[in-house]
């Protein structure tokens, strides 16, 4: 599956992490030596270093969020502006005289337009047989969003045929082939199989978590768990509380992510205590990892830390509570490119 369109949203975030930290780390250098103790020095830049790790995590937790920014922008390409073809525009407004210095946006336009006139298309075709071969031939497609977009319709109208697809693509992927856009649209679309109903799919879910990576390991868990069967997410977890309790905190912190990426209530009640945690960072990656589990029942466990002692943590509390509350509304506000004022810790 060809995965070329849309690369270029990480190495922008990782762009924008590196100005950052290079931003940061000068203006320590070329701060004024002052009076200050050694131990002030140090508290100063251990408080600088968690500033920077807190921006690290909302990166970090901006690009979890994008499978959900993509099923809202393949949702609501219906009401998106149908882009006029060039021959159905007046010639008033192909001979203007800005025409010629706005062309080059009107084609970043047009490419635009062109992925959501297929996605409509796809969407508006009644036939199921042609709706069917047009998904099929989009599946070919260069752009993620036109992939996915064909991917939940094959899902919706042939079930066992978008398994085999997977089954194949992560046979190729376990092969070599393949790249880390490709790995996400398929635990993407694992994810999407536990919304088919009437379908009994379960062999090939608990084949996908023997055969895939960490994101479709837990793709298959979670779409298992929405069919009623917890088993897998319940070993998923298991697995991952050794290290929440370890003595490292890299383990600590990996394996508090790793809750959060299972987006299941079922980690909460590991993940609420931490909410107390003497350490700055694991309070804000625990915020982090409820918001993502969507279990608003956590809401009043996280009210307390909007009074927490460190800035940058009760902005994310105010974050995690309002996405609990509003998960619709959250998703609409972030939608497209992510607001990179929220990634700022407290100062």
Known sequence: ?????????????????????????????????????????????????????????????????????????????ADSIDPAPEEARGPESRESPGANAAEAGERGRGRRGGELAQVRELTETENVEERLALARKMLEDENPMVQLAALRTLIQLAPTEAAAFIDRQIKELNDGDGDRRAQFLIARAVGMLGEVEGVNLSTELYRFYDQGDEQVRAAAARALERQGDVSL????????????????????????????????????????????????????????????????????????????????????????????RNPDRDRGRDRGFPDFGDFRGGR
Do not use: F
């Open 233 to 324: 997410m319940q070993r998923e977890i298991s697995a991952i509380l050794p290290d929440l309790n370890s003595s490292d905190d890299a383990s600590r912190v990996r394996a508090i992510d790793r809750l959060g990426s299972t987006g299941s209530n079922l980690a909460s009640s590991y993940l609420v205590p931490l909410l107390t945690d003497a350490d700055s960072e694991v309070r804000l990656r625990t915020l982090d990892a409820l918001r993502r589990t969507g279990d608003a029942s956590t809401i009043d466990k996280i009210e307390p830390l909007l009074n927490d002692p460190v800035a940058y943590v009760r902005e994310r509390a105010a974050r995690a509570m309002e996405s609990l």
């Open 1 to 77: 599956m060809s995965t070329h369109g849309g690369n270029a949203v990480i190495p922008a975030l990782l762009g924008i992490l590196v100005v950052a930290i290079v931003g940061s780390t000068a203006a320590l250098m070329l701060r004024p030596q002052s009076s200050s103790t050694p131990a002030a020095d140090h508290e100063t830049l251990v408080s600088e270093i968690r500033r920077l790790r807190a921006e690290v995590d909302g990166l970090r937790a901006r690009v979890d969020e994008m499978p959900r920014l993509e099923d809202l922008w393949i949702d609501r390409t």
